[in-house]
């Protein structure tokens, strides 16, 4: 079956850089679009970033865009999001998730699968 595996979180101060990972297996990873998207304590899942299938594109939110570059390996199963400049509002559990499409349309149900998340917490 499908499985998402993230990595790379940890603890930065602000306006330091952390770099993701997830890695992907179960299913044709080139054929696919991915979307990055984290929860903060209390709040609700938020979307943060999403890749088409063949990777020339990409998709940000506002308030990450300059700052957060999302790329994929295909050739090894692999999701990145970069995250540069980070501040304490970034601090939540990142989600790496595999869409049902190669377009990564900002919707719930157009995803099937997500990973367990990784931690990033951004604090002085």
């Known amino acids: 079956q499908v499985q998402l595996v993230e990595s790379g979180g940890g603890l930065a101060q602000p306006g330091g850089s952390l770099r993701l990972s997830c890695a992907a297996s179960?299913?044709?990873?080139?054929?696919?679009?991915m979307s990055w998207a984290r929860q903060a304590p209390g709040k609700g899942l938020e979307w943060v970033s999403g890749?088409?299938?063949?990777?020339?594109?990409?998709y940000y939110k506002d308030s990450v865009e300059g700052r957060f570059t999302i790329s994929r390996d295909n050739a090894k199963n692999t999701l990145y999001l970069q995250m540069n400049s980070l501040n304490p509002e970034d601090t939540a559990l990142y989600y790496c998730?595999?869409?049902?499409?190669?377009?990564?349309?900002?919707?719930?149900?157009?995803?099937?699968?997500w990973g367990r998340g990784t931690q990033v917490t951004v604090s002085s």
């Open positions: 890749i088409y299938a063949d990777g020339k594109n990409t």
């Open positions: 179960g299913f044709t990873f080139t054929n696919y679009a």
């Open positions: 998730a595999k869409a049902k499409s190669d377009t990564p349309y900002p919707y719930p149900y157009e995803y099937d699968s």
